[in-house]
């Protein structure tokens, strides 16, 4: 990929944040959803709210606009003695009766119902931060050989990327894993206090959001990858393509469905991997999404590969060790997760060696590695003496 070509930097962010909305007691809010714009949405349970901000041409600008959609949603919220629970880990549930289906009609009320039987509630309280982005038209076009019709070189281009990026994904979670205690209710009924079982990010580690199983798809084309998707849904392995637990997702504009795939062809990439970082006000700081721009462009520059089985449960077990709490344990192809990232990050480096802007930021990332610098690790030492009540004091400031 050509660092000269003048659209390079260029894209389409956007972004979707869960969160779950509390009483002014710190408990699981059990009201309705009290939004009617659908930039307002849940997404399992009814206090579960979902941002979906619009699609903008810099990060810049979807910050600005998560923003201000935030600051709508607490003031909504603040009218009904409700706050917003800016944490990957749910707050304490005094039951399962606090954890409400959301309150959609038909299909999409029976689905949920059926992942609740299938996974427990529990797990779906879970929440994350989704960045999706696309390149624009005007980047492909200048990159696009001719050699094919344009949509097929296009859903070509993201469908290679989609396989370093789940090869990689291991590299963003270590680097913005920040949800390493959890109120020991998760775990069951009855219980209460302070837990922690060497997870820098629970919903990215083994306890996670994953299927019961490894799926292994087809990567051969993105018409293979959909029928083996489309496999396991007949078999009934899988409810729905939304069921596949993956770090990152192909999708087409609109409905997202593997026949709209087909149909509509690829519109944008969907990073799934970044938990709710309750030390940024908005739950994610702009300088990590900036960074997964560069990652994204630098993952496009790399060589095609047969994504074996093989390498896809590599890629699922590398995942889930990246989301461990001590760094120093944690093995990435069977190397020190300091020297696999360190060594990812200085080819970044030489990559972008004449962009002083994207330096400073890989710089920043460095740090996380060479200075134990990660999220996790402040997020552990503010909140260890009791996650309840200190995580409540904190989002209500």
């Not at 009617?36 to 009814?46: G, K, L, Q």
């Not at 020297?339 to 996380?368: H, N, Q, W």
Request: charged letters at 30%; one cysteine or more.
């Amino acid at each position: 990929m050509d660092l000269r070509n003048k659209y390079i930097f260029d894209g389409l962010f956007g972004l979707e944040r869960e969160t779950l909305r509390v009483t002014d007691m710190g408990e699981m809010a059990k009201t309705p959803h009290p939004f009617t714009d659908d930039r307002f949405s849940r997404d399992f349970c009814e206090n579960q709210l979902e941002i979906v901000t619009p699609a903008y041409g810099s990060i810049k600008e979807l910050m600005d606009g998560l923003n201000e959609l935030d600051s709508t949603a607490r003031r909504i919220l603040a009218d009904r003695n409700e706050y917003i629970w800016l944490n990957s880990n749910p707050p304490h549930i005094k039951s399962s009766e606090d954890i409400i289906t959301a309150e959609f009609s038909g299909a999409k009320y029976d689905y949920r119902e059926k992942l609740s039987r299938r996974y427990g509630k529990r797990l779906m309280l879970y929440s994350g931060i989704h960045f999706n982005f696309s390149f624009t038209d005007e980047f492909i076009r200048s990159v696009y050989d001719g050699r094919e019709e344009y949509e097929e070189f296009k859903n070509a281009l993201y469908f290679r990327l989609s396989k370093q990026v789940f090869r990689y994904s291991w590299l963003i979670v270590l680097l913005t894993a920040a949800s390493p205690l959890y109120d020991l209710s998760l775990d069951s009924d009855g219980l209460s206090g302070t837990g922690f079982d060497g997870y820098a990010s629970r919903r990215n580690g083994e306890k996670g959001y994953w299927n019961k199983f490894v799926p292994i798809l087809d990567y051969t084309d993105l018409n293979t990858y959909i029928a083996s998707i489309n496999m396991y849904i007949k078999s009934g392995e899988l409810l729905s393509q939304g069921e596949l637990y993956l770090p990152m997702r192909l999708k087409p504009a609109g409905e997202n469905s593997p026949d709209a795939l087909i149909r509509h062809g690829v519109n944008h990439i969907e990073l799934r991997m970044f938990d709710v970082n309750p030390l940024a006000p908005l739950g994610i700081f702009e300088e990590d999404l900036c960074f997964a721009h560069y990652f994204l462009i630098y993952l496009t520059q790399l060589p095609d590969f047969e994504f074996t089985p093989v390498l896809q449960e590599t890629a699922v077990r590398n995942h889930k060790s990246a989301a461990s709490y001590d760094i120093d344990s944690i093995q990435i192809n069977g190397y020190p997760a300091r020297d696999a990232a360190m060594g990812l990050l200085e080819d970044m480096t030489e990559y972008f060696k004449d962009f002083p802007k994207v330096i400073s930021c890989i710089e920043r990332e460095k740090t996380k590695i060479t200075r134990n610098q990660r999220y996790c690790t402040r997020v552990y030492e503010m909140f260890k003496d009791d996650f309840q009540y200190k995580m409540f004091d904190f989002i209500k400031k």
